[in-house]
């Protein structure tokens, strides 16, 4: 069998839970094989197993992405049981919901060295291999706060900023080399998730996404896509462009609404247990999957990422309509030119 014709082979950092769950099933449903890197093994076997009744093989190892030696060691593994990675996706990320002044250095640091130097670690590793063949896919998930900070979440929304600025200096240095190694980045809207049930937060109460809350099958479905898309970058879900265009035009104006709306909207109306288990340090034990405690309020798709991925063809049906219209005025004109005195 040709490499064209043999099953993508996909590694997915964070493919325990949440959006990385999701990804997973959206991959094992095209047939890929992939290589599941988390901490947790409950939610590693569940994926393994999602992936096996799809007709896919998947290969688990536990790794703290956090730690560049166990990334490297997953790489090999993965190349060594499932064949050349064709594509890598950084999804691995943990988060403390905190104000700046009550957060500690070593929360700053844990965040830090699981979001920004787990994408690191994982595009390290993706490129010494894919590099001698010139060919692969990295795919970063990012976030719109990946550009636009929000209180209570510093550590997660620097280490997103980090993501960002570290993208687009490979990205820089590929196109200097003429490499076809291609790298692109997700910046998703908020998200039913499982990470809201188990962040370290020192919120009084429940965390919560923002508003509008998507199911982390649209994020899937937008990595997936990315993939197979010539893509600089992707913006998921109609909040995310708005956010990102306002933090460009009225920045200020966006600070002093965050000020005040900021803090309500990441916390339900429910008390939050200060002795409740969290998973910056261990996984915590139990297969969560994909989604969250959000269902009843989680939309599954949003009209812009439907007009995003059809543009050619919204394009193309705006265009046939301006020539109908161009040619019934034209009609029109004649019409009236040839109507008898």
């Not at 009744?53 to 992405?65: F, K, N, Q, S």
């Not at 998930?141 to 209570?152: H, Q, T, W």
């Not at 439907?306 to 161009?326: F, Q, S």
Request: charged fraction near 20%.
């Amino acid at each position: 069998m040709s490499r064209s014709q043999s099953p993508q082979v996909v590694v997915i950092t964070g493919a325990s839970a949440g959006v990385g769950r999701a990804t997973v099933r959206a991959f094992a449903r095209r047939g890929a094989h992939i290589g599941l890197l988390a901490r947790g093994r409950d939610g590693l076997e569940g994926a393994q197993r999602e992936v096996e009744g799809e007709g896919g093989r998947a290969l688990i190892v536990p790794t703290d992405v956090a730690d560049p030696e166990q990334v490297e060691e997953a790489a090999a593994a993965v190349e060594e049981s499932l064949g050349p990675i064709d594509v890598w996706v950084n999804n691995a990320m943990t988060s403390v919901f905190s104000p700046v002044k009550e957060a500690t250095p070593e929360e700053f640091r844990r965040v830090t060295e699981v979001t920004y130097l787990g994408t690191v670690h994982g595009t390290l590793a993706a490129l010494r291999r894919m590099l001698p063949r010139d060919h692969g896919t990295i795919v970063q998930v990012g976030s719109a706060l990946a550009y636009r900070g929000i209180p209570l979440q510093a550590a997660y929304c620097g280490a997103k900023h980090a993501i960002q600025g570290f993208t687009e200096s490979l990205r820089c240095e590929l196109l200097h080399d003429g490499s076809r190694i291609r790298v692109t980045m997700v910046q998703l809207p908020a998200l039913n998730t499982p990470q809201f049930g188990w962040v370290r937060t020192r919120l009084p109460r429940q965390p919560q996404p923002v508003p509008p809350i998507y199911q982390p099958e649209l994020a899937a479905e937008a990595i997936v896509w990315a993939t197979r898309h010539e893509c600089r970058e992707v913006y998921v879900g109609l909040p995310t462009a708005v956010i990102l265009l306002a933090n460009k035009i009225v920045p200020g104006l966006l600070d002093r609404y965050l000020a005040r709306r900021g803090y309500d909207a990441q916390q339900t109306d429910g008390p939050v247990d200060p002795n409740r288990p969290d998973n910056l340090w261990e996984p915590l034990p139990g297969d969560r999957g994909a989604h969250g405690d959000f269902d009843d309020r989680a939309r599954p798709g949003d009209a812009q990422w439907w007009a995003a991925t059809r543009r050619g063809w919204i394009a193309l049906g705006v265009g046939a309509a301006g020539l109908a219209a161009a040619s019934v005025q034209r009609l029109s004109s004649r019409a009236g030119r040839d109507r008898p005195a």
